[in-house]
T-cell receptor, first 112, second 116 residues
């Protein structure tokens, strides 16, 4: 079993739709949960960061962490064509090395 | 402030050739990383460094070497290139201390390597 599982998609939605992206994980030591966005032929960039369980909102984006179910989600409201990208979940147990374990990424296309 | 800069952006190698991927950052970050990204496989950590003079293996270090002589630079060396090393390579950096560990990595734009 992989440490982090993510549905690769691709996911295609119309502009304005609500998008839900998800990851599951197996390592209960993970405490830091992140979502990175990667545009085509670019490096990933941090989108959302959450420590432990709970919700975090930033504009149209909401990140949720449920440690009891080992499940994290990213919701995008009022999706825009500019949101078209690959979304990678990432997580770590913290500690000195700051090593992240990444999901495989979900390719999202928002159709105008 | 350029962030993380990788060179070259593209390279084609023949089997058995060697090359170095260059990475430099101007954010005074103490941590640096090399990842490879293959289709459907996500990002895999090759090597990382927690400071000048200190390096350690990640998940997939075989066939690669690194050095960290300065805070800014973290080159990745490929010896005896093989087709399995065809991939997109990303360098990243972060700042971490005992009191600050945000998990935010800053990535370069990637180096696309093809081994034929």
């Amino acid at each position: 079993q992989k440490e982090v599982e993510q549905d690769p998609g691709p996911l295609s939605v119309p502009e304005g739709a609500i998008v839900s992206l998800n990851c599951t994980y197996s390592n209960s030591a993970f405490q830091y949960f992140m979502w990175y966005r990667q545009y085509s032929r670019k490096g990933p960039e941090l989108l959302m960061y959450t420590y432990s369980s709970g919700n975090k909102e930033d504009g149209r984006f909401t990140a949720q962490v449920d440690k009891s179910s080992k499940y994290i989600s990213l919701f995008i409201r009022d999706s825009q064509p500019s949101d078209s990208a690959t979304y990678l979940c990432a997580m770590s147990g913290g500690g000195a090395t700051n090593k992240l374990i990444f999901g495989t990424g979900t390719l999202l296309a928002v159709q105008p | 402030n350029a962030g993380v800069t990788q060179t070259p952006k593209f390279r084609i190698l023949k089997i058995g050739q060697s090359m170095t991927l260059q990475c430099t950052q101007d954010m005074n970050h103490n941590y640096m990383y090399w990842y490879r990204q293959d289709p459907g496989m996500g990002l895999k950590l090759i090597y990382y460094s927690v400071g000048a003079g200190i390096t350690d293996k990640g998940e997939v270090p075989n066939g690669y070497n690194v050095s960290r002589s300065t805070t800014e630079d973290f080159p990745l060396r490929l010896e005896l290139a093989a087709p399995s090393q065809t991939s997109v390579y990303f360098c990243a950096s972060s700042y971490s201390s005992r009191t600050l560990n945000t998990g935010e990595l800053f990535f370069g734009e990637g180096s696309r390597l093809t081994v034929l």
